[in-house]
């Protein structure tokens, strides 16, 4: 393999520079999972650096479990899902299907078991302004969508949820979602490119709204785990598959 260009930022330590540069490479795909990190030696010297240094990076890498390192024969990548901090996940996810496709399904998964809840409590705390808000949001959808405008309909897909879970009354809920906002962004990205799947989620926005409207925790519950099944099938269907 050719070596690595150099990005190093001057406030970053070496260590951490060369940390992030192979991460870069993970999940470009250069390293696959399960496949072994070139060896020490040849690490260091593409790298410009120290095998003191290049063993400091490889530490951060394993501190995230991103590798794991068998004593003997070398140090491995993990398939991103195994992977324990955010930040790599993240960027893993919104790298694509190729290299984030399962951890896309699991954030829907999380997503799942807040939004569900958020639905149920929102349609008992919602104000007349949060319905208007919604209201407002689901129009912009419909406007985007007619447009064909991805970026203004990813906005307002997102704020509409936004909405829902802050209309939950409980403060908490819209920071337990606060350090997926790029990966939010990057997924809907790709999703709302789909027409079928544009059209797919206005039908359940609607729904959700109208069960919030309506007060009713348990139909508001089914319309929300509805919603998310969908976009789990949308996932899988017209963008996962199709790039295998």
């Known amino acids: 393999m050719s ?4 990005r190093r930022s001057t406030a970053m330590p070496l260590s951490d520079d060369i940390a992030e540069r192979l991460l870069t490479a993970i999940i470009d795909g250069h390293y696959p999972p399960g496949t072994a990190l070139p060896p020490e030696g ?8 120290s095998r003191l240094t290049l063993r400091e990076a490889i530490k951060v890498l394993r501190s995230q479990n991103v590798v794991r390192i068998h004593r003997g024969r070398g140090t491995y990548v993990n398939a991103p899902d ?3 901090a ?3 996940m993240v960027r893993a996810a919104a790298a694509g299907p190729r290299s984030g496709g399962a951890i896309s399904e699991k954030l829907i998964e999380a997503r799942q078991m ?5 639905a149920q ?11 208007a808000e919604l209201a407002e949001l689901l129009d912009e959808m419909r ?3 007619e447009a064909g405008d991805t970026e203004q309909f990813v906005t307002a897909d997102i704020a509409f949820h936004e909405v829902v879970m802050r209309a939950s009354g409980n403060a908490f809920v819209p920071l ?10 990057e997924g809907r990205r790709q999703t709302s490119a789909v027409p079928q799947i544009r059209t797919n989620a206005i039908a359940h926005h609607e729904s959700v709204l109208e069960a919030l409207r309506g007060g009713d925790p348990e139909e508001a519950r089914r319309a929300m785990e509805d919603h998310m099944t969908q976009t789990a099938d949308d996932l899988q269907t017209h963008v996962i598959e199709p790039r295998r």
């Open 86 to 88: 955010l930040e790599p």
């Open 176 to 185: 337990l979602f606060e350090p997926f906002g790029r990966l939010l962004i």
């Open 42 to 49: 040849v690490l260091a010297e593409q790298h410009a650096a």
């Open 143 to 145: 406007a985007a969508a």
């Open 82 to 84: 195994q992977w324990t």
């Open 114 to 118: 807040i939004e569900v809840g958020a």
């Open 121 to 131: 409590l929102a349609a008992i705390r919602r104000t007349d302004d949060d319905l």
């Open 3 to 6: 070596e690595l260009p150099a």
